[in-house]
């Protein structure tokens, strides 16, 4: 027999016993088709009361859609879901909630334009009377988020909030509610390690309250730390479900993918000693957040920008890339001076910047994996003033290929490929534009190892062709593997430069939290 298939007893005395738990949820047999892509077969998946139980697998594995199935919004082809006890098919997100469910989902669905508090407690509003007591739900969101340990302004509008304050607002939101069982994906992809450590004592608060959690995540360090079991998913399908204290993360991964992934640190530089620079930037500043930067980057180099939430690597990239205004500064690409005012700019330039929020300034979520593949080149594809359908379909084919985008075809909309998959659309859009010079912040953000190792490949692939790539990441292990040098960064400020022969997390970890002395 598989040992994955078995479900041993948890030793793990640090955690809660959930052996001794019942069993709060299960769901057998489910089925569920997308226009002829079987996204669901005959999957399973169970939660005990008390327990923390991870659901991992690739991008596109299914996950996301078996969530979205057990809380409502996916109406299941087949298959049985007990909770508590009792068989339930949920119409919509309301009466999951009703019963006790609540979500923080992958992408964040929360109203910029309303405030914080007005956000965390949209329909369900304190009132006198008739009226919203404005007053008393400020109020309730500044005790719990004294609970949660995090600082926000519940007045302030949701949208002046950086990706990770809005992803502590939905948890706050989530923990706000009287739920038995909370499932949260990927709840920590945009927070810093001190929000993540916040969390974690939430999510043990809730334990211990018998509460069930079902975690998403593809980052092995988390699942070990605050999981009781593992369930596995692969294209659609279930694998097993394991006790996180009893596999090693390499038993996990080769769950995942049917292989084993691995990732040491870089030795040393792959860049040639007389490249040339590609780009230089002199004395950048932008707003408060980017203060004097300066730094080269050299053809075929991946420089590394590290440092902690909020030091300011994404202001640089964005007024690099003319998405933000500049206060001051000189950019120079191969040696001439340019001025990029705005992104059209920097794109004719040879620059491309794949944003951290993809979802807001990258993906077209209702138009076509082709469509989102051209739209940086369609001008390439226009004769005579007719754009060539035909030739648009082929290379977006080709492209999407080359990153094993999964998708039925090049006509499926955007919104129905998994995040990941989402991700390569993007890549596959300025691989098509042959930029010079690319930007990744955020590249692998809630991404499985496997697609996670596939970008590694593809960014190393490029730089082996000449490219070169600035990458910002928050995953030290990231920045050790694939950086040929190491920039760091703390409140705006260049803080540090780093060979990556002479790299390590404590090191960098010196340079992220080195502030200006007043």
Same mark, same amino acid.
């Given at each position: 027999m598989n040992r994955f298939s078995v479900i041993a007893k948890r030793k793990n005395s640090k955690k809660g016993d959930s052996g001794m738990q019942e069993t709060i949820l299960k769901m057998y047999g489910i089925q569920k088709r997308f226009s002829g892509v079987h996204a669901l077969n005959d999957v399973q998946f169970e939660l005990r009361a008390g327990e923390v139980h991870a659901l991992m697998g690739e991008n596109g594995a299914g996950k996301s859609?078996? +969530?979205?199935?057990?809380?409502?919004?996916? /109406?299941?082809?087949?298959?049985?879901?007990? #909770? &508590?006890? $009792?068989?339930?098919?949920?119409?919509?997100?309301?009466?999951?909630?009703?019963?006790?469910?609540?979500?923080?989902?992958?992408?964040?669905?929360?109203?910029?334009?309303?405030?914080?508090?007005?956000?965390?407690?949209?329909?369900?509003?304190?009132? +006198?009377?008739?009226?919203?007591?404005?007053? /008393?739900?400020?109020?309730?969101?500044?005790? #719990? &988020?004294? $609970?949660?340990?995090?600082?926000?302004?519940?007045?302030?509008?949701?949208?002046?909030?950086?990706?990770?304050?809005?992803?502590m607002v939905e948890i706050a939101k989530a923990v706000s509610r009287d739920c038995r069982l909370l499932v949260l994906d990927e709840p920590t992809a945009a927070l810093t390690q001190t929000e993540v450590e916040e969390l974690f004592k939430i999510m043990n608060e809730m334990r211990d309250k018998g509460i069930g959690m079902i975690y998403i995540s593809h980052r092995m360090d988390e699942i070990n730390r605050i999981s009781d079991r593992v369930t596995v998913m692969r294209d659609g399908t279930y694998v097993g479900t394991v006790n996180t204290a009893e596999v090693t993360k390499e038993d996990i991964v080769k769950m995942m993918v049917g292989r084993v992934i691995m990732g040491e640190q870089k030795e040393q530089s792959t860049v040639a000693e007389d490249a040339p620079v590609v780009l230089e930037v002199k004395n950048l500043r932008a707003g408060r957040e980017v203060k004097d930067v300066s730094f080269t980057l050299r053809k075929g180099e991946i420089l590394g920008f590290a440092g902690l939430m909020g030091a300011g690597r994404t202001e640089v990239a964005r007024a690099l890339y003319g998405a933000d205004p500049k206060q001051g500064g000189e950019i120079y690409i191969h040696g001439k001076k340019v001025k990029i005012k705005k992104p059209l700019h920097a794109v004719k330039s040879g620059i491309c910047y794949l944003s951290e929020d993809r979802k807001r300034y990258g993906l077209m979520l209702d138009k076509s994996v082709s469509d989102n593949t051209v739209i940086a080149s369609v001008d390439d594809f226009i004769t005579a003033g007719l754009i060539n359908d035909g030739k648009i379909r082929k290379l977006s084919a080709e492209f999407n290929a080359k990153l094993r985008t999964k998708t039925p075809s090049m006509e499926q909309l955007l919104k129905n490929l998994s995040g990941g998959n989402q991700q390569k659309v993007i890549i596959a859009r300025w691989l098509m534009k042959n930029a010079d010079i690319f930007i990744f912040d955020e590249p692998t953000r809630g991404i499985d190892v496997g697609a996670k190792s596939e970008i590694y490949h593809l960014m190393e692939d490029l730089a082996a062709q000449g490219k070169s790539i600035i990458m910002i990441s928050s995953e030290l292990a990231e920045v050790l593997r694939m950086s040929d040098r190491v920039m760091v960064m703390c409140e705006g400020r260049k803080t540090g430069e780093l060979d990556i022969s002479e790299a390590t997390q404590e090191n960098i970890m010196h340079y992220a939290t080195l502030r200006e002395e007043m």
């Open positions: 859609t078996l +969530i979205k199935v057990l809380c409502g919004i996916y /109406k299941r082809d087949a298959g049985t879901v007990e #909770l &508590f006890g $009792k068989e339930v098919e949920f119409s919509n997100i309301a009466e999951s909630q009703a019963a006790g469910i609540s979500v923080i989902h992958q992408e964040l669905n929360m109203m910029n334009d309303l405030t914080v508090a007005q956000n965390i407690f949209v329909g369900r509003e304190p009132k +006198i009377g008739p009226f919203v007591d404005d007053q /008393k739900m400020i109020e309730d969101s500044r005790a #719990l &988020f004294e $609970k949660i340990g995090i600082h926000i302004d519940p007045t302030v509008k949701l949208g002046e909030l950086t990706v990770g304050k809005q992803q």
